[in-house]
C-alpha cells in the first residue's frame, strides 16, 4: 500500500498535491494527519467521494510499503502519523515540498523546489505524462496554487506557478468553485467598508436564491470595490449581490454612481441587466457607473428586472437517481460491499421487509468493518440511523446546504413514505460544474447543432422513424434517447457538409424507471414499432433486455438495424466474462460504456428533446481527437476493448489518451488474462467476442495499421501470450494480400478469416489448434490449421521435384485457402510453384477424355483413371501437346 501523507490542519495546497499524486501514483491513497482549513474542511464534505481519501483508522499499518509526504518535511507537521517512518518494512520515504527548511525525516527521495506552491511541482510532473484529470482534480489543484500564492500576488510566486495553474485551467478547473473557496484579503479602507456594508445589508430570497444589495455613499471614488463585493457575497452567502456606491467628485459637483454586480446563479445574467443602462461585463460579474440620476430609483428598477430572472432551480426530482439500490438489515458486511463493487456505489439505504428505510451504510463504515474482521456481521450493527431525508421537490439549494452542514454524501429522496430516489454528492458536483457559463454556453450551441444535424443529415424517412419511436416511449410515460456512435458521428459530421449521413446502426436507449418501467420497456417498445413497421424483421435478445429491428434492402429505408434497449446497468463477475445485466437508469447505463466519446446520448422526447446528455467529456475528448476510457479497471474487465479502442482510434485518425494507455499496458502485464482463463471455463471477452472484434478490425481497410497499434501495446498477446508482429508475420501478411488479390478475384474466400488463420499460423504448432478452437472458428479453419505443420512438411518437398506433374500431383490435394496460406509461409521457389499451380497448371486438361478412350477401343474399367492421370502428367511434362501425340503415347503404354 502506497499512502500520502498532508501536514496537519491540512491546506489546499498540500490536498491539491495529495490529489495530483494519486493519478501519478495509481492504487495510492491519501491520509489526512487531523483537522483542516476552514475553507478545505467545507470543500470535503461536497468534494470527499472524489478523492482517494481514507481513514487513518482504517489503514493497517503492516501493508504500508511507502510513504509520500507533502507540503511538509518535519515529522511534528504530520502529527501522530509521524509514528509510520519507523515502520522497518518500509520500501520508500518520498518528500514534497516548496518550503526552504530543515528535515528531520530521513527520506530516500526528495523533491524540493523554490515555487510557491508544492502543487505546482506535481502538476508539472503530471502535465509531463501527459496525464488528463477530472474537473474536480484540476480545481483543487488550482486552489492548492492560488492559496499559496495570493493567486500569484505572494512574493514567493515564480512563472512556474502561472504555466501550471494555466495548464489546470485549460483542463477544466472551475472558477466559480475557486472563487468559492478563496479568501483574498481587503485594505483597511475596504475593511471598514465591508463592516458598514454587512450592517446596511437588504436581502431576499427568490426561488430559493438569497439576492442581496448594498447601498454605500463615500465623499470620494474608493478603488478595489471588486474585492469588497467578492467577499462581502461570500460572508452574507448570497447568491447575487448588488453593491450600489455613491460619491462626489468634489463639492458642487454632480453625484456619480457605480454598481458591481456578482453572481453564482445559473441563468442570470448581469451584463444584460446593466446593458440598458450602458453598463456590460460578464453574466457573473459585470458594473455600470452613471451620472447625475436617482441612486433610490435605479436601485429599485434593478431589482425588479433581476427578480424576472431568477430562475427555478433543480429540484431532487432532477437530480436522483432511480431506481435505489437497498440492502436488508441482516445483510452481511462482505456482501454489502460485493454489492457496492458490482454497482459502483458509495453507499446503500438499508430497509426492512416492508420496504421502509431504517438506515444508510456508507462504504467508509464497510471499509472499518472489514478492517477489523467483521465480514459476517449484519449491516445493522454499522448502518446510521440518524437519517437525513429529502423529498422529490427538495431544491439543490437545500441537499447541498444539507450536505455540507451534515457531511452527508447521500440524502434518500421519500414521496409519500416510499423510497424513490437518492441524491449523491456526485449529483450535486455534476450539476455545479455544468453551470460553468463558459461549458453551459458550449454544451448549448452543441446541443442546437446535433438537434439540427440530426434532422438534416439523415433520411428524412428515418428521421420520421425515430419522431414515431420517440412519441410511443411519451404515451408511455418513458424517456427515448439515441446514444453511442450514431451521437458520435453526427457530432463529428458538424463540419462535414455530408447529405444525408449514412446511418445504418442506431442504438436506442428507453429510460422508464420514473415511470417504474419493467426490464422488457426495451421489447416493448421495438414491438410496438415493428407494428407500425411490418416490413421489419424484429429480433428479442432477453438476457440483454434488448430488440433490434432489421430491414433488408426496404425501398424506403434500405438496409438498416435499429437496437432498442432498456437503459440498464451491468457487471462482470470475473474478467473477461459476459456482463451479467440489468434495468437502471440513462445516466448509468453510460456510465456502463467503453469510452467518453461513446457515452453521449442524445434525448428524442420532450419537454427537452434534442438535450445532449454528456456527463464524462466526451466532447471534450471529441473536439482533442483522444481515445478516452471510463474506467481504471474497463480493460481487465473486458479485453475486447482494447481492440474497439484501436479500432476506433484508426479508423477515426485519434490518438489513445495517455492515462487510457497506461491502463492498457497495465492490464495486459499484470497477468490477469491467463490467469481469468485458467481458472473459469468460459471467457467469452477472449474468444467469441473477441473474435468478433477481430472480424471488424481485419475487415476493414484499415487492417494493418490497427495490427501494428495492437502490437505496439503488446494487445495481441490476447490471441496468445507469445504472439507478436514481428517482420516475418508482416512479410508473410503482405504475401498473403498478394495472393488473394491475384488469385480470389471473385471474392470466393473470406479475406478476414484467412488473414486470421495466418495471424495463428505463425504461432508455435503446438499453439494454433487450441487458439482456434478457442475463438470458435470454422471447421474448416481449424481443421486446416491442426494440419498445417504437416501441409508445410509436404510442401517443403517441392524442392526435389523437376517435373510439374510431380508438383501438381501434390498440390492438387489442397484446398485454395490452405495453399495461398502456405505460399504465403514458403520460400521463394517454392510460393513461385504454388503461384503458377494456383494461376495455370490447375487448369490444364489432357487432348482426350474417357469418351475418347472407348472410341479408340479400350474398354471401360478401372485402369480408365490410371491411363487419364498418365496422359495429364504426360500433358504437364510436354510430353503430350496434342490428339495424335496423346494417342500416341497411349498406344506405347497401354497397347489394345
Not at 35 to 40: K, L, M, T
Request: net charge neutral.
Amino acid at each position: 500500500m502506497d499512502l500520502i501523507l498532508c501536514h496537519t490542519t491540512v491546506d489546499f495546497d498540500a490536498l491539491g498535491a495529495a490529489v495530483g499524486l494519486t493519478r501519478l501514483l495509481p492504487g495510492s491513497k491519501i491520509v489526512l494527519s487531523g483537522g483542516a482549513h476552514p475553507a478545505v474542511r467545507d470543500f470535503l464534505a461536497l468534494y470527499r467521494d472524489e478523492f482517494m481519501l481514507i481513514e487513518r483508522r482504517a489503514v493497517n499499518a503492516s501493508e504500508i510499503q511507502s510513504l509520500i509526504i507533502v507540503d511538509a518535511q518535519v515529522r511534528s507537521r504530520i502529527g501522530k502519523l509521524s509514528e509510520w517512518l519507523e515502520l522497518p518494512h518500509l520500501v520508500d520515504i518520498t518528500i514534497y515540498d516548496h518550503h526552504p527548511e530543515n528535515s528531520d525525516i530521513n527520506a530516500t527521495k526528495l523533491y524540493i523546489e523554490p515555487v510557491g506552491a508544492t502543487t505546482t511541482i506535481i502538476a508539472e510532473k503530471l502535465q509531463q505524462a501527459g496525464i488528463f484529470l477530472t474537473t474536480c482534480e484540476a480545481t483543487v489543484m488550482a486552489l492548492g496554487i492560488h492559496a499559496d500564492t495570493g493567486s500569484l500576488t505572494f512574493e514567493n510566486s515564480t512563472p512556474r506557478d502561472a504555466i501550471a495553474l494555466g495548464w489546470l485551467m485549460q483542463l477544466g478547473a472551475s472558477i466559480p468553485n475557486i472563487n468559492q473557496y478563496l479568501e483574498p484579503g481587503l485594505s483597511p479602507q475596504l475593511q471598514q467598508l465591508l463592516k458598514i456594508s454587512l450592517d446596511n445589508l437588504k436581502v431576499f430570497n427568490k426561488n430559493g436564491y438569497g439576492i442581496g444589495w448594498v447601498h454605500l455613499k463615500t465623499d470620494a471614488f474608493v478603488p478595489g470595490l471588486s474585492s469588497l463585493i467578492s467577499r462581502l457575497r461570500s460572508i452574507s452567502e448570497t447568491d447575487v449581490l448588488l453593491l450600489v456606491h455613491e460619491f462626489s467628485m468634489g463639492e458642487g459637483k454632480e453625484t456619480r454612481l457605480t454598481i458591481i454586480g456578482r453572481s453564482q446563479v445559473k441563468g442570470v445574467d448581469l451584463n444584460e441587466l446593466f446593458q440598458p443602462l450602458g453598463g456590460g461585463g460578464h453574466a457573473q460579474a459585470a458594473s455600470v457607473n452613471l451620472r447625475g440620476t436617482n441612486s433610490q430609483v435605479i436601485i429599485n428598477e434593478l431589482i425588479e428586472s433581476l427578480k424576472l430572472q431568477i430562475p427555478k432551480p433543480p429540484s431532487a426530482r432532477d437530480l436522483m437517481s432511480s431506481p435505489v439500490r437497498s440492502i436488508r438489515p441482516q445483510t452481511t458486511i462482505a456482501e454489502a460491499q460485493r454489492i457496492l463493487l458490482r454497482y459502483g456505489h458509495s453507499g446503500l439505504s438499508v430497509v426492512d421487509i416492508e420496504g421502509n428505510l431504517v438506515g444508510v451504510i456508507s462504504r467508509r463504515d464497510l471499509d472499518i468493518a472489514l478492517h477489523h474482521g467483521f465480514s459476517h456481521a449484519p449491516v445493522k450493527g454499522y448502518m446510521t440511523t440518524n437519517i437525513k431525508t429529502i423529498t422529490p421537490d427538495t431544491t439543490m439549494l437545500q441537499i447541498e446546504e444539507l450536505m455540507v452542514t451534515y457531511d452527508i454524501g447521500r440524502l434518500p429522496v421519500m414521496d409519500n413514505g416510499q423510497l424513490v430516489g437518492i441524491v449523491t454528492r456526485t449529483d450535486i458536483l455534476r450539476e455545479l460544474h455544468s453551470n460553468d457559463s463558459k461549458t453551459t454556453k458550449t454544451r448549448r450551441n452543441v446541443i442546437n447543432h446535433v438537434s439540427t444535424d440530426l434532422q438534416n443529415h439523415i433520411n428524412p424517412v428515418l428521421w420520421q422513424l425515430l419522431n414515431t419511436a420517440s412519441q410511443e416511449a411519451t404515451k408511455r410515460g418513458w424517456h427515448l434517447y439515441v446514444v453511442g456512435g450514431a451521437v458520435r458521428d453526427l457530432l463529428l459530421a458538424q463540419n462535414i457538409k455530408q447529405k444525408p449521413l449514412l446511418l445504418k446502426d442506431i442504438d436506442l436507449v428507453v429510460d422508464g424507471f420514473h415511470e417504474s418501467a419493467d426490464d422488457g420497456a426495451g421489447v416493448e417498445l421495438a414491438t410496438a414499432m415493428q407494428k407500425l413497421y411490418p416490413n421489419a424483421r424484429l429480433d428479442v435478445h432477453g438476457a440483454f433486455q434488448t430488440a433490434a429491428l432489421l430491414w433488408h434492402k426496404d425501398p424506403k429505408l434500405d438496409s438498416l438495424w435499429v437496437d432498442i434497449a432498456t437503459a440498464r446497468t451491468e457487471f462482470y463477475p470475473y474478467p473477461a466474462a459476459n456482463p451479467e445485466v440489468e434495468a437502471s437508469s440513462i445516466r448509468q447505463d453510460l456510465y456502463r460504456r467503453d469510452f467518453t466519446i461513446n457515452a453521449m446520448a442524445l434525448r428524442l422526447t420532450p419537454p427537452r428533446a434534442g438535450e445532449l446528455l454528456d456527463y464524462f467529456n466526451g466532447l471534450h475528448d471529441l473536439e482533442a481527437r483522444q481515445m478516452r476510457v471510463l474506467h481504471p479497471n474497463s480493460f481487465i474487465e473486458d479485453p475486447t476493448r482494447i481492440y474497439r479502442g484501436v479500432r476506433f482510434a484508426v479508423r477515426l485518425g485519434f490518438t489513445i489518451e495517455s492515462q487510457t494507455e497506461s491502463y492498457i499496458r497495465y492490464a495486459i502485464n499484470s497477468g490477469v488474462y491467463e490467469r481469468t482463463t485458467r481458472e473459469n471455463n468460459k471467457t467469452p471477452a477472449l474468444s467469441t467476442r473477441l473474435k468478433a472484434e477481430l472480424k471488424l478490425i481485419l475487415e476493414a481497410p484499415y487492417w494493418k495499421r490497427a495490427l501494428e497499434l495492437l502490437d505496439n501495446l503488446s494487445a495481441l498477446q490476447c490471441i496468445h501470450p507469445t504472439l507478436k508482429l514481428d517482420l516475418e508475420l508482416l512479410r508473410q501478411l503482405r504475401l498473403l494480400e498478394r495472393c488473394l488479390q491475384r488469385f480470389d478475384y471473385s471474392q470466393t474466400i473470406s479475406h478476414w478469416l484467412l488473414r486470421l488463420e495466418a495471424i495463428i499460423a505463425h504461432l508455435a504448432p503446438e499453439f494454433r489448434t487450441k487458439v482456434a478452437t478457442n475463438l470458435q472458428l470454422p471447421d474448416d479453419s481449424i481443421k486446416r490449421l491442426s494440419h498445417f505443420s504437416k501441409v508445410m512438411d509436404n510442401i517443403a518437398g517441392l524442392t526435389e521435384f523437376t517435373l510439374k506433374s510431380q508438383i501438381v500431383a501434390l498440390l492438387k490435394k489442397y484446398d485454395l485457402e490452405t495453399l495461398i496460406l502456405a505460399a504465403s509461409q514458403s520460400q521463394r521457389s517454392i510460393r513461385h510453384s504454388i503461384w503458377q499451380y494456383i494461376s495455370v497448371w490447375r487448369f490444364v486438361q489432357a487432348p482426350l477424355n474417357g469418351n475418347d478412350l472407348q472410341k479408340l477401343g479400350y474398354k471401360p474399367s478401372r485402369a480408365f483413371k490410371e491411363m487419364l492421370d498418365d496422359l495429364l502428367a504426360a500433358t504437364l511434362d510436354d510430353v503430350v501437346n496434342d490428339r495424335v501425340s496423346a494417342e500416341a503415347f497411349l498406344s506405347q503404354k497401354y497397347p489394345l
